[in-house]
């Protein structure tokens, strides 16, 4: 709840009449005004308790709450929202009230695929042994804490309408967590709960979406989208983005894969598939054949010239750089994240003795050979990771368009193509999905703090993507806390109390 915010609305309105009645012809035409979505306190609720580490909590539930008024999927386009039924009576939770209680923002989106809202009783990590109570969900976490969650379904890469039209293709996922935004920020004056303290949270393609959202906040490129659903007349930057494993920066992703795998040629490659708004994945081992080691050297040569082109800088302003072989300052600076997190472990008791990789001496991690720690991770996608030469990854199934249900994003696989007539992405709907292109840039609104983890047993994507995400934001004054937590494969929400410390951090201060 923040008192200013009606004034905003009313601007807003002002202002985007004036361009309507301005002399400068406009063009699209601006699809008609209908009112968002409307948010009743009083009703439409159910009354649940919620628990989690061992504390318990009254909530009012809204379900299935559509957050735009010109839905193109429905079903998929609505929000649940949960908030503390003390913060309707005055009360208070850890010190949080109506007014300052941060707005928690998970989304359940995984492989791009769409997503439902998540729920307190949603599952985190994998299902307990029998006799054992399930880890709590970040959720359930959350309210428990006295935050005020709500969290967007969106569509994704495979929902088709009735007459074959792709409705969920890039940027579609993007566009519906801001329009979720917006319900919030215009709801805000009956709604409890901060909307000037949003966190977004999400893992793999979902922590891709929390990342794109808290760096492109009001970015006019995602405007006209947001209109054409009749999203709320309000802003959507957020205030602190949390990212596990974010699968991002996808153009550019399949090089970086083979800057740091590019020489394993064998594989255990994973299959995926959906049971149940689930990721399902399977392992299938293999080798390289000789096209696929032509492509994995050609993306791998490429990756320095993009870096390069970043210009990042460590935290004493030392330049990161690659030389054209791949090695150099970026290299040694990914190697010592790599390093601190192996320390850690071995400074909490871990038996490192069998990763052969690192140099140990006198309880010291001293050094790492990347190279071969590449080959213990093992590689699991083949080159090109993302952007497959046979419009076989559900990144060309992103990007497919409204007609089209798989299409290339990089000029490299286009040029590589297997597929007869396959056609590639538009340059800015490529753009619009890359929070690499908003950070730095005066028209979007980034968050001020973020909070990046990525395993350092994941070979979803390459180190290097959260590496480049997290320096880049660090250079231009952003608060980043990233960290490549030990041993840890592709998964997110699995350290909630170091999670719900850093919220409670980043929102301490005076609002
Ligand atoms: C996810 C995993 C991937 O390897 C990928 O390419 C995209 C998404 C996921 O788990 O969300």
Redesign the pocket.
């Known amino acids: 709840m923040m008192i200013p915010r009606r004034t905003f609305t009313m601007s807003l309105l002002a202002a985007s009449l004036a361009g309507a009645c301005s002399s400068t012809p406009m063009t699209p035409t601006p699809s008609p005004a209908s009112p968002p979505p409307p948010f009743d306190p009083k009703r439409g609720y159910q009354r649940r308790e919620v628990s989690a580490g061992g504390r318990t909590v009254v909530v009012r539930a809204w379900e299935g709450l559509a957050y735009v008024s010109r839905p193109v999927e429905p079903a998929w386009q609505v929000m649940n929202l949960y908030i503390p039924e003390a913060y309707f009576q005055g009360g208070q939770i850890d010190g949080r009230t109506a007014r300052t209680a941060p707005i928690f923002l998970p989304n359940s ?4 695929m769409p997503a439902k809202p998540g729920t307190p009783e949603g599952r985190n990590g994998p299902p307990p042994a029998p006799g054992q109570t399930p880890l709590p969900s970040a959720i359930a976490v959350a309210l428990t804490r006295g935050l005020v969650v709500a969290s967007p379904g969106a569509r994704g890469r495979t929902l088709q309408a009735a007459d074959g039209t792709w409705t969920g293709k890039a940027p579609a996922a993007i566009i519906d967590l801001k329009a979720a935004v917006r319900f919030l920020r215009h709801h805000d004056a009956v709604m409890p709960g901060n909307t000037a303290r949003i966190i977004s949270n999400g ?4 922590g891709a979406l929390s990342a794109l959202l808290g760096a492109s906040g009001n970015s006019p490129d995602h405007e006209e989208a947001l209109r054409a659903l009749g999203a709320a007349p309000a802003r959507d930057d957020i205030f602190a983005v949390s990212a596990y494993c974010p ?1 991002t920066n996808l153009e550019n992703a399949d090089a970086a894969y083979e800057w740091q795998f590019g020489h394993a040629h064998d594989y255990r490659r ?1 299959e ?1 598939s959906m049971l149940d708004y689930q ?1 399902q994945r399977r392992e299938v081992a293999g080798t390289l054949t000789a096209d696929q080691i032509a492509l994995a050297d050609a993306l791998k040569a490429s990756f320095p010239a993009y870096l390069n082109t970043l210009d990042l800088r460590d935290a004493a302003g030392r330049p990161l750089r690659l030389d054209a072989g791949g090695h150099g300052s970026f290299r040694e600076h990914v190697k010592s994240l790599v390093i601190a997190s192996a320390q850690q472990a071995l400074d909490a008791g871990a038996d490192l003795s069998s990763r052969r990789w690192l140099r140990i001496a006198s309880g010291r991690v001293v050094d790492l050979d990347f190279d071969a720690y590449g080959l213990a991770a093992t590689r ?2 083949l080159p090109p ?2 952007d497959g030469v046979a419009l076989d ?3 060309n199934q992103l990007f497919g368009s409204s007609r089209l249900d798989k299409r290339h994003f990089t000029a490299f696989s286009m040029q590589h193509s297997r597929v007869v007539g396959a056609q590639q992405a538009d340059e800015r709907t490529v753009r619009m999905m890359n929070p690499m292109h908003y950070i730095g840039r005066s028209a979007a609104t980034v968050a001020p703090h973020w909070r990046i983890r990525h395993g350092t047993m994941d070979r ?2 390459s180190l290097a993507v959260p590496v480049m995400l997290g320096t880049l934001l660090a250079q231009h004054g952003i608060d980043v806390d990233l960290a490549l937590p030990w041993d840890r494969p ?1 998964s997110g929400d699995y350290d909630l109390d170091a999670l719900f410390a850093w919220i409670d951090r980043v929102t301490a201060a005076p609002r």
């Open positions: 989106i995984g492989g791009y893992t793999s393609a979902g699968i994973i995926m990721m699991m996608k990771a993302f990854t559900g990144e979803d994507t592709h």
